[in-house]
């Protein structure tokens, strides 16, 4: 995905957002804090990489899958590989 260079500092921004509020939910399991306190940490974690995936996504689609964009078959390939990747997402 060589296109991703374009937007890498935003991207980079999202993952180190979602990597800070990863290491807040260690250090709030490890003190044993609130369930309330945890589950919200959770769901910030769970929007945080909901965000990225969007993102990610949406760059890829606009890229890769427009009808200027390479030949047929290359789209055709992209497409199943997003497919592919939405139905793991989605699980």
């Excluded at 369930?35 to 974690?45: S, T, V």
């Excluded at 990489?49 to 993102?55: I, R």
């Excluded at 996504?57 to 590989?81: F, M, N, S, V, W």
């Amino acid at each position: 995905m060589s296109h991703m260079t374009s937007d890498n500092s935003k991207l980079l921004a999202r993952v180190r957002r979602i990597k800070g509020q990863t290491q807040a939910l260690e250090k709030a399991l490890e003190q044993g804090a609130d369930c309330g306190a945890i589950l919200q940490q959770i769901a910030a974690i769970r929007g945080a990489a909901n965000g990225l995936m969007g993102q990610v996504l949406e760059t890829h689609i606009r890229e890769h899958l427009g009808p200027d964009k390479g030949t047929a078959a290359e789209r055709r390939d992209d497409l199943e590989q997003v497919v592919g990747v939405l139905r793991s997402y989605l699980k």
